[in-house]
């Protein structure tokens, strides 16, 4: 992996080219550019399915997006994608028409947890050279060195990371994993913070953060982290079943709503008080 000071790395730094997009947006929209305003769009939605581990949702807006450009007869493939985020509509759309970004985005979406940091290195060689998946691709190398204990390599990657990304609240998460396994709850709780103001739904980071407050002593603090964790728990696990699961047990007889929340948190607060463990995004 290449170290966070290489040139590679300063030419992604997005720091600028993730507020000018947005910037380009809001100009395209009030100029009544709907063509550029929909490319710039595109772009966020895609930023956004990756920041919350959706690349196959992420790879159904491409292709959906690809199938509904219209492009003038005979137009050329787009050029080289550069190593730099694009900051206009014309260099979105020559990003997103890159022929290889499908795949990337499928080798985001298929990496496996028991591959080593190195194959999934190697796996993951065009996704890190593209400006939309390189933040994801790093953070995915990030989870797998701290899962094999390498706290140096992941640090590395979460770095980087943000650096392409600096929006990637997950990315955040995982290093303020790092901060608290080195006992640091400080940097821990900012970053934790800092992934809440990008994305106040985030579960794992309102969980995490009831651990690192808990452990500075602010009880309070980390009761009402955990309610909310345990309350996203609850609304997210309500959205993945089906239709059919309820129907299933329309003839059951109902438990108060209340109830599943009193025990739903008293289970989950236990655990999480004894464990005093961080989860990885």
């Known amino acids: 992996m290449t170290s966070p000071s290489s040139s590679a790395d300063l030419a992604l730094t997005p720091t600028l080219g993730g507020d000018l997009l947005e910037q380009a947006l809001l100009q395209a929209r009030a100029d009544g550019d709907m063509e550029g305003a929909a490319v710039l769009d595109t772009w966020l939605e895609l930023r956004n399915l990756l920041r919350s581990k959706r690349p196959e949702q992420a790879l159904t807006a491409l292709e959906g997006w690809l199938t509904d450009l219209e492009l003038p007869e005979g137009a050329p493939p787009p050029a080289a994608v550069p190593q730099y985020l694009p ?52 953070n995915l190398l990030g989870v797998l060195a701290a899962e094999t204990g390498d706290a140096g390599r992941a640090a590395q990657a979460f770095a980087q990371a943000l650096a392409a990304d600096p929006g990637h609240y997950r ?108 989860q990885p995004a």
Do not use: C, M
């Open 87 to 138: 900051h206009t509509a014309a260099g979105v759309q020559a990003v997103l028409r890159d022929p290889q970004l499908p795949a990337h985005l499928r080798a985001l979406g298929t990496l496996k947890r028991w591959q080593t940091p190195a194959e999934a290195e190697a796996a993951l060689t065009g996704a890190l050279a593209h400006p939309l998946t390189r933040a994801e691709a790093l």
């Open 171 to 278: 990315a955040l998460t995982n290093r303020a994993g790092l901060a608290a396994e080195r006992g640091d709850d400080a940097s821990a709780e900012a970053d934790l913070r800092r992934a809440l103001e990008l994305n106040p739904d985030h579960h794992a980071a309102h969980q995490n953060l009831a651990v690192v407050l808990r452990r500075q002593g602010k009880r309070g603090e980390a009761v009402r982290a955990l309610r909310r964790a345990q309350r996203l728990d609850y609304r997210q696990s309500g959205k993945r079943s089906s239709d059919q699961a309820r129907r299933e047990l329309a003839g059951l007889p109902r438990i108060p709503r209340a109830a599943w929340l009193a025990l739903g948190l008293l289970l989950f607060f236990g655990w999480l008080w004894f464990s005093g463990g961080v």
